[in-house]
């Protein structure tokens, strides 16, 4: 049997679309990718494809949690077969392979192909056993391989269904060497340049290219972390000039809180790039934080959108550009229209992007406190120097802080390692006495402005103890956009729906409705008007002078 032929290509003279598919999406829904929503928007945009690593089921059982495993097997840190881990990896895809291609032919050879790719991968891991070393280069290197097999598979699958596709692998695009320890903007601005020349050898064919970009200088995974394939997208989306960068989940778009924790979250038409930064650092991950600030630059909206119901309008990250220096904006073609003033009254915004109401409340799980009262043999300021050297020293970065003179309370994420935070906390000992606590987690509140909301604060603490939700710490000030508190773990899901039920529901963010507020609005174009007519009316005069 021949290899499928394709009858459908990419434009070359249309607006680019940038579309980036998370794990589980690839994983769950590629039928839905493949053979409905790249197919439909060829008809108006070029676009180009970014997918990550398959899950089948969660994110931290798919792929690339299984090949984090992989490499910390071989080390012997946590027991099990780095090749029975492989060898269950590629008889997903298999199975995958068969459910999903129909031509035989394109079935047999991408079998073949995904097989070498984890044979290749499986010597990889051998060798590392043999010399007994994992460095961050080869873990980088052993997690890339999930962003292979998918990339390769999603490639074929929109061959099989007539859409000419080329599967593009990034892992070598690095081409110079970048200091690690300073990766700044000219790595980035080096990066999207060098992707969308890679992307642009696709001519008509629909390039699928791995969000998984190489040995990056100081590891993808320790310098960018997990959710790097977002970043490669915006990236790629600066690189090409696209329209807007689209992110497919498994979600219709950002939501007020978790829709799977709180039934009655409402779906945010649009958001500022800070707020989703902050939602995703405090366990909302819906986009890795690091992309908002690539594409916002080039003043790039991001769109998220759903797999299962691609109709939806998604939720929009607005480039918010009202509150950027205007040398930061680049010359990215944004959608036309994302913010006028009535979209952002009805969302909540006032003009200026501030804010009377929060935005969102987000949990995040399996926390621990360390709590260090200071036995007081150094002045203040030595005590926190040794404390954060120290933490340093191991690695243990703090997602929340709360400090006095001689106290300090630090929540610690469950990406700290147990096994340093036992060495940790002997010499952390040296400071004064340290008490852990496990199984909290943070409770934060986010909303542009929230310093400003008054109230709001108290409202939040006042819930909380209505629900008998007991406090452990709390942090504001430092983020004008969050409020966090850390609580037992195991009240979460109460604090959760309480704090949403009593300071998200939706009526009162419309600010549409708000006669004050539309005064403003009434006067504020007045004015507008009036200094677009002068602006003319000069304009006339000096043609005429
Ligand atoms: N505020 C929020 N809005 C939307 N999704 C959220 C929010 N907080 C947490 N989530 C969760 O984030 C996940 C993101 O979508 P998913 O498609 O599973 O990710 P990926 O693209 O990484 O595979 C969803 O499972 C959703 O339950
Ligand atoms: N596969 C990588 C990169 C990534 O971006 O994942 P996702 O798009 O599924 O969040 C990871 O699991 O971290």
């Known amino acids: 049997m021949p290899l499928p032929v394709a009858t459908m290509s990419n434009p070359v003279d249309k607006p680019i679309l940038v579309l980036k598919f998370g794990g589980t999406s690839v994983g769950k829904f590629v039928q839905n990718i493949c053979g409905q929503i790249i197919p439909d928007l060829l ?30 097997t071989v080390l012997g840190t946590i027991s099990g077969s780095h090749q029975q881990i492989v060898q269950d ?20 050879s991408l079998s073949k192909s995904l097989t070498d790719v984890c044979r290749r991968l499986r010597v990889f891991l051998e060798a590392a056993e043999v010399i007994n070393e994992v460095s961050p280069k080869s873990k980088d ?17 929109l061959q099989d269904k007539g859409v000419n596709s080329k599967y593009v692998n990034l892992e070598k695009a690095i081409d110079r060497h970048f200091d690690p320890g300073h990766l700044d903007q000219t790595f980035y601005d080096y990066l999207a340049q060098r992707f969308a020349d890679i992307v642009n050898e696709c001519g008509d064919s629909v390039p699928v290219v791995t969000g998984y970009f190489g040995p990056c200088p100081g590891s993808i995974l320790y310098s960018i972390g997990r959710g790097y394939t977002d970043l490669t997208a915006a990236l790629i989306a600066v690189g090409v000039g696209a329209q807007e960068l689209q992110v497919w989940k498994e979600v219709d778009g950002i939501f007020t809180a978790d829709p799977r924790k709180v039934p009655s ?19 909302s991950e819906v986009i890795h934080p690091f992309t908002m600030e690539q594409v916002i ?29 205007a040398s930061i904006v680049g010359s990215g073609e944004s959608s036309p229209a994302l913010s006028t003033p009535e979209m952002l009254l009805e969302n909540g915004y006032m003009l200026d992007l501030s804010r009377r109401h929060p935005t969102a409340v987000t949990i995040k799980d399996e926390i621990t406190v360390l709590n260090i009262h200071s036995n007081r043999k150094s002045v203040s300021h030595g005590f926190f120097a040794r404390i954060f050297s120290i933490l340093d020293k191991y690695g243990i970065t703090v997602d929340l802080i709360s400090t006095s003179e001689v106290h300090v309370s630090m929540a610690l994420s469950d990406s700290v390692v147990e096994r340093n935070l036992g060495p940790a906390i002997q010499e952390l000992s040296s400071l004064g006495a340290v008490d852990k606590l496990q199984n909290m987690a943070i409770l934060s509140l986010v909303g542009k402005q929230m310093r400003n909301m008054v109230g709001i604060a108290g409202s939040m603490f006042q819930t909380l103890a209505k629900s008998g939700v007991n406090i452990e710490m709390i942090s504001q000030g430092a983020s004008e956009i969050n409020i966090s508190c850390v609580i037992d773990n195991s009240k979460a899901p109460i604090a959760l729906r309480a704090i949403h039920e009593t300071l998200l529901s939706g009526a009162k963010n419309n600010l549409l409705h708000d006669p004050e507020i539309l005064k403003q609005l009434k006067h504020q174009r007045m004015a507008n008007n009036l200094h677009s007519t002068m602006s003319e009316v000069s304009l006339t005069a000096l043609k005429r002078g």
């Open 297 to 325: 630059r080039a003043a790039i909206p991001i769109r998220i959108k759903n797999v299962q119901n691609p109709d939806g309008a998604g939720t929009v990250i607005f480039p918010d550009l009202l509150s950027r220096p």
């Open 265 to 283: 979250a409402r779906l945010l038409k649009i958001i500022t790039p800070e707020e989703a930064a902050e939602l995703t650092y405090y366990g």
């Open 141 to 157: 290197i052993i997690i890339g391989t999930g962003e292979k097999l998918a990339c390769e598979y999603v490639a074929a699958i």
């Open 43 to 72: 008809n108006t945009h070029r676009v180009v494809v970014v997918c990550s690593a398959r899950s089948t089921n969660v994110k931290a059982k798919g792929t690339t949690t299984r090949l984090v495993r992989a490499a910390d």
């Open 89 to 108: 990896i590629l008889d997903d895809h298999l199975e995958a392979i068969e459910e999903n291609i129909d031509n035989a032919a394109a079935r047999d």
